[in-house]
């Protein structure tokens, strides 16, 4: 093992830096891509830059692996450790792909260009700009969804990006010194120390799991006045918490979240949010005020301002408000040349890392296709096929859950030794060296050291 560590970061330290790379070639075709999420990322990692020149476009230049995020607002993984910059992914590609660290603003498919805005705080003179495409690939994501609600984006913290999960970890540390402020009256202590989330899809289950386990392995040793006052909410408008698992598992969880002492809220419907209260509609159809130090909010997807305003230009094929509809080719209904993949999209498929990066493999071995049938070869273009791997999600205490597809079946499991198979699983997956090794030095170092509490 050692040795295989040594071996390894020997050639990745020899690799750092770039190679020699191909300049843009005006007589091929030009890709541009929006993002670098998990769709943006896997199809810039295969397509070919022998046969197009590659433009990225994202307002962040680094690749987010969002299954761990959950971990990082607490601290058992540090943020660095699970970003990776764009540019250290494209280096090895045969031809320079251009990154602009910009937003997207409009995308004009009549004339085939993009407008794109600068936004760094420190910008240079020109801040606006459009470019050419002869093919773009839209793979932005999705905002959170708020349904509308007053006052979510000003009170509550999301759960999506790196800066979610900073806001988060200080909001929580904050409400914890201040509880302990001198001479605190009891109901805000009560209040401060109340963690809500609301939303019992996969991020809020393993938020409020990583949120037990700080509390068990560390802040009931640093702040042993205050640690048993800690009170974690879970609030869900359907039945039950994570509804894409087998009962089975859904009952597990349950279970594991009652001896774990956080209380899940089922038929349980948000109304208002203000600043340190939520109101409720809760089972009994009552209205309830929940009062709350931290609330998180993880209600599930809709689309970004620039895919409305796409679709709105398509409005005659794009008839769905939920996402960008796209054919079995990954084609935007109504446009040419135009793709879309992920979590932008709306499909029979669920939103998840697994799909976007599925569909973005796929689309780049279209594209290739594309490049070979050109050339005169006889090649077919497929539609794009998911294969399913299971889904896996942290609940606490060292256990996970997992829906595996296995021999036609489905086995469901739950435990410590699924916890153990949620962490390899999670290490072996479109991980870079860097990363693993990061990733595992900070398992590591808070299990010796515990996690850290500075604010
Ligand atoms: P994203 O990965 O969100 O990427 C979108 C990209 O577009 C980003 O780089 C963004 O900066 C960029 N962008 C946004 N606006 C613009 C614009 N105007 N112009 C240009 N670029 C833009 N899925 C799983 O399968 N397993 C899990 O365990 C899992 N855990 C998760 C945990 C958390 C906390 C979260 C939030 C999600 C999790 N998911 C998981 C879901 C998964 O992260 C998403 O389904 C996946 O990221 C979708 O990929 P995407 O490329 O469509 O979008
Ligand atoms: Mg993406
Ligand atoms: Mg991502
Ligand atoms: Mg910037
Ligand atoms: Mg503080």
Redesign the pocket.
């Known amino acids: 093992v050692i040795g295989g560590i040594g071996y390894t970061s020997y050639v990745t330290y020899t690799s750092r830096h770039p190679m020699e790379q191909l300049p843009f070639d005006p007589k091929k075709r030009t890709v541009v891509i929006?993002?670098?999420?998990?769709?943006?990322i896997s199809f810039l990692r295969k397509i070919n830059t022998d046969d197009y020149n590659v433009v990225a476009?994202?307002?962040?230049n680094y690749f987010?692996f969002?299954?761990l995020?959950?971990s990082c607002t607490v601290g058992t993984i540090e943020l660095r450790s699970i970003m990776e910059p764009v540019r250290f992914i494209t280096r090895h590609k045969s031809r320079n792909v251009k990154f602009y660290e910009s937003?997207?603003?409009d995308i004009d498919p009549e004339s085939k260009t993009i407008s794109i805005t600068d936004v760094s705080d420190v910008k240079g003179a020109v801040t606006n700009t459009t470019i050419p495409y002869d093919y773009l690939v839209v793979?932005?994501?999705?905002d959170n969804q708020t349904f509308g609600m007053a006052g979510v984006r000003e009170f509550a913290c999301f759960?999506?990006e790196i800066w979610d999960a900073q806001k988060i970890r200080t909001r929580l540390m904050d409400c914890i010194e201040s509880a302990g402020f001198a001479s605190q009256t009891p109901e805000e202590v009560d209040r401060l120390l109340h963690m809500v989330v609301v939303g019992g899809g996969?991020?809020g289950v393993?938020y409020a799991a990583e949120l037990h386990d700080f509390l068990k392995d560390d802040l009931e040793l640093w702040y042993p006045e205050l640690a048993d006052k800690l009170k974690i909410t879970l609030v869900e408008a359907l039945p039950n918490v994570l509804p894409m698992f087998s009962s089975q598992l859904i009952q597990y969880t349950e279970r594991t979240f009652k001896q774990n002492k956080i209380e899940v809220l089922t038929k349980t419907m948000v109304k208002e949010v203000a600043d340190k209260e939520i109101k409720v509609l809760d089972a009994d159809k009552n209205i309830v005020s929940i009062p709350y130090g931290l609330l998180v909010w993880a209600t599930g997807n809709c689309p970004?301002p620039?895919a409305r305003k796409m679709m709105a230009r398509l409005k005659h094929t794009q008839t769905s408000p939920r996402g960008i509809l796209v054919d079995n080719y990954m084609r935007v209904a109504g446009a040419n040349d135009i793709y879309a993949?992920?979590?932008?999209t709306f499909t029979k498929y669920a939103?998840?890392?697994?799909?976007?990066s599925q569909q973005g493999n796929y689309l780049a071995s279209v594209f290739d296709n594309l490049a070979r049938i050109e050339e005169g070869q006889d090649k077919k273009i497929t539609p794009f096929e998911y294969s399913h791997q299971g889904s896996?999600?942290y609940i606490g205490s060292d256990k996970a859950i997992a829906d595996l597809p296995f021999l036609n079946g489905n086995v469901s499991v739950g435990g410590v030794a699924t916890f153990v198979f949620w962490r390899s699983a999670y290490i072996s997956t479109q991980f870079s060296f860097r990363n693993k090794f990061l990733v595992m030095g900070d398992w590591l170092k808070s299990t010796v050291f515990g996690r850290d509490v500075s604010r």
């Open positions: 929006l993002g670098t999420g998990w769709g943006a476009v994202s307002p962040r987010l969002t299954p995020l959950p937003e997207c603003t793979a932005i994501g999705a759960l999506k996969p991020t393993e970004r620039l993949i992920g979590d932008c939103p998840t890392a697994q799909v976007a896996l999600a």
